[in-house]
């Protein structure tokens, strides 16, 4: 087991809330966004944020040493400085077999229940079968699906049991339909800044700016960081 010192930890950390929950760089102030690492790679930065997941697109060199990989993975979410699981996946694009891709989801989403942390979706093309993990789980904790593209229709189906995250591409009427209460915002591997997404945001919902701003903190809040 490694030796967090969560007290020690958290009284170093400034607590920012970060307004970009998914990406995969480290920003230039740290703490404003939850950044997305892989077990092997996780190096924290005093006063940042993070999730830690095994993506299914990478599946098979964690699968090549399990054990290891499983241990190394579980002590990572005792660390005060990572918020949520993932990003788990379900890609039926990526090169590993589906059947141990839901394996390997349904491992980090139960995983995400004992460790009490919301769990980070990528989801390509598998709606049905995240459906029924889901429905099979019965999970507490909530499941945020990122870099939602899909169209309205299912952005309507997944809204009131999922919470959606929109990055710099994306359907604009199923950003519109999502209520507030559900809504994240993310730069994932984009190089617009988050600012800039929520600007545009907030033209397309007709919103102004700050009133979205206070929405999704109020969201990152509740959802990262409730005892």
């Known amino acids: 087991m490694i030796p967090f010192h969560k007290k020690t930890i958290f ?24 950044v997305n690492c892989f077990p092997e790679s996780f190096v924290p930065q005093t006063e940042g944020w993070y999730s830690v997941g095994i993506h299914p697109w990478y599946i098979a060199s964690f699968a090549a040493s399990l054990n290891d990989s499983k241990a190394r993975f579980e002590d990572l979410l005792d660390h005060p400085q990572v918020l949520a699981v ?16 839901i394996e390997v989801f349904e491992y980090q ?42 169209k309205a229709a299912l952005a309507e189906d997944l809204r009131h049991g999922f919470y959606l995250s929109f990055g710099e591409k994306y359907q604009e009427e199923a950003l519109c339909i999502m209520p507030s209460e559900r809504l994240f915002i993310e730069t994932d591997e984009s190089t617009v800044s988050v600012d800039t997404l929520y600007e545009r945001a907030a033209i397309l919902r007709k919103t102004p700016l700050e009133e979205l701003r206070r929405t999704i903190r109020k969201n990152v ?4 960081f409730r005892q």
């Open 109 to 150: 989403a139960r995983l995400a229940e004992e460790a009490d942390k919301p769990l980070i979706i990528h989801l390509v093309k598998a709606v049905d079968e995240l459906l029924k993990l889901k429905q099979k789980i019965q999970p507490v904790k909530p499941w945020i699906i990122h870099g939602f593209r899909g």
């Open 221 to 224: 809040g509740e959802i990262f």
């Open 86 to 101: 993932g990003e788990a996946g379900l890609d039926k694009l990526a090169e590993a077999p589906l059947t141990l891709q």
């Open 11 to 34: 009284c170093t950390i400034r607590m920012i809330i970060p307004v970009d929950i998914h990406t995969h760089r480290r920003p230039q102030v740290p703490g404003t966004a939850i």
